[in-house]
């Protein structure tokens, strides 16, 4: 017989992790499983690496702009040696700090591949113990979508993993996909010197997003040397030469060094955990409720494998409010799109509630109120002055129903957008964006009450 616990969590990526600690803190008995590193894809292939390389990108565009701050000062070339090993002791130092939490809060860390066998049984490949328990919180996350005739090969054809981990940097590459990780990677490799264009099948960037914010993004990414090519798809590839070949549906023939596959993630889990718990889907997501609750009693999902937002902070909120409903509490996540929405781009833009053309499609009466950057002081002493602000307000009550955002700060401007969206709502209900400067001042609040994951536990 094997062990017993409350909740057996598959996976320790933002959700799974802050599961853990939550559950655990709430008295729950609570094993995580991991088969590669704690911290999943945010802590190690994606925000944190992404942001860490992104944060020397700006620095080089600052630096190429210091003439017009007053400085006369000569830059040299990227070390990309040392921007790559700054990321890298980043994201080490992010991962421990995931496995000393699960550990001090009292939830355990298993390094193995788990499979649910059915409902409350979970078994441990490589050690081939199985545990048993009340609740399984699926939380195993995503992985890139492939192009069926552009295959990964991990070299040429490389997805957002790769993209962060490259040994130089390129002289060229085509970006496949204009979203938010073609927008984040096309400014790295633009910043860095690198040949950038990035191709988008339908006619704006960042397509989820209201049409003004990718066309303004279109035209300050040009500024950076950074091309996008809208509206375009790949008709065919050929990958076989020192570059690759892609025949673009308008005619254009693009070569470059690399091509990185950024057309969305699709959710990882087994068949055999599938099956054995008979789950519903919805394409490849998990189906969940509001309860975070799947077709089969007693298990959970949330984060990318329930596909809700693609958010790491979108699976951290689903992960707190499931621990308190394990707990006995009432919970429920109210709406997805007060999760905010944020893009690291060169300049950054964010969203949060609904696009203008959710309004109209929801035949909502409403108005657009704009503000800019140019008027504002702060950003012309920054030399920041390109972008603006638009709040949707729903005219029939007066509440902000929408705000969207190209300039800068707008990642971390966007956590205020949230608050003016939202009354009396404790802070665990409030989404900020992950990662944010701005998540101090969440940690904060939630510790006021006791309440934050990432700080000790009140006493
Ligand atoms: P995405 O859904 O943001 O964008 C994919 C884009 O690819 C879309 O604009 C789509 O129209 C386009 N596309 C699809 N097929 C295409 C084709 N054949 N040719 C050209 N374009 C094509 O997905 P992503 O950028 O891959 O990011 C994956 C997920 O990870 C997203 O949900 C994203 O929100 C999340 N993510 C978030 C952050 C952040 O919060 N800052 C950063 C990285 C990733």
Redesign the pocket.
């Known amino acids: 017989m094997g062990k017993d616990y409350d909740a057996v969590i598959i996976g320790a990526g933002p959700g799974g992790y802050a599961a853990g600690i939550k559950c655990a803190r709430n008295g729950l008995k609570t094993a995580v499983i991991e088969r590669d590193k704690p911290g999943g894809t945010c802590l190690n292939y994606?925000?944190i690496p992404?942001k860490a390389l992104l944060g020397s990108a700006e620095f080089i565009i600052k630096a190429r702009h210091a003439h017009l701050m007053g400085l006369d000062v000569s830059f040299g070339e990227p070390n990309w040696g040392k921007i790559q090993s700054r990321k890298d002791a980043i994201v080490k130092s992010f991962t421990s700090g995931v496995e000393g939490l699960l550990r001090s809060n009292g939830a355990e860390l298993i390094r193995d591949d788990a499979v649910a066998e059915g409902r409350g049984s979970v078994r441990l490949n490589n050690s081939g113990e199985l545990l048993t328990c009340k609740n399984i919180i699926l939380a195993s996350g995503s992985e890139?979508?492939e192009?069926p005739s552009i295959p990964f090969d991990g070299e040429k054809v490389i997805s957002?993993k790769e993209a962060l981990s490259l040994s130089e940097i390129p002289k060229s590459l085509v970006i496949?996909?204009?979203?938010?990780?073609?927008c984040?990677m096309g400014c790295l490799y633009a910043a860095l010197g690198c040949k950038t264009t990035i191709?988008?099948?339908?006619p704006r960037?960042?397509?989820?997003e209201d049409d003004w914010m990718g066309r303004l993004l279109e035209k300050e990414f040009r500024k950076i040397n950074l091309k996008a090519l809208t509206d375009?798809?790949?008709s065919s590839a050929d990958t076989s030469g020192d570059l690759c070949r892609l025949n673009l549906s308008s005619g254009e023939v693009l070569e470059s060094e690399k091509v990185l596959v950024?057309?969305?993630?699709s959710p990882v889990i087994s068949e055999e955990t599938a099956e054995a718990l008979s789950l519903e889907f919805n394409g490849g997501e998990v189906v969940i409720d509001e309860k975070m609750r799947t077709s089969a009693e007693g298990v959970y999902a949330l984060g990318d494998l329930a596909g809700k937002t693609?958010?790491?902070h979108g699976a951290y909120l689903e992960a707190e409010i499931l621990a308190d409903i394990l707990a006995g509490k009432d919970g429920k996540i109210k709406d997805y799109r007060l999760v905010p929405?944020?893009?690291?781009s060169f300049p950054e833009a964010a969203g949060v509630g609904l696009s203008e053309k959710e309004a109209q499609e929801r035949g909502i009466d409403y108005s657009v109120t704009k503000s800019g950057f140019l008027a504002n002081g702060r950003s012309l002493a920054h030399n920041q002055t390109a972008g603006e602000v638009r709040v949707i307000k729903n005219n029939a009550d007066g509440r902000i129903i929408g705000v969207s955002m190209v300039g800068e700060s707008a990642t971390e401007m966007i956590s205020s957008a949230r608050l003016i969206m939202g009354t009396n709502e404790k802070a665990g209900e409030v989404s900020f964006?992950h990662p944010t400067v701005s998540e101090v001042l969440k940690e904060a609040w939630m510790g006021a009450y006791g309440e934050s994951i990432h700080l000790p536990p009140k006493r």
Do not use: F, Q, T
């Open positions: 994606g925000c992404s890139p979508k192009i957002s496949i996909g204009g979203g938010v990780i073609g984040e191709i988008e099948a339908l960037l960042l397509p989820r375009v798809k790949v950024a057309v969305g993630r693609y958010l790491a929405r944020a893009v690291y964006p």
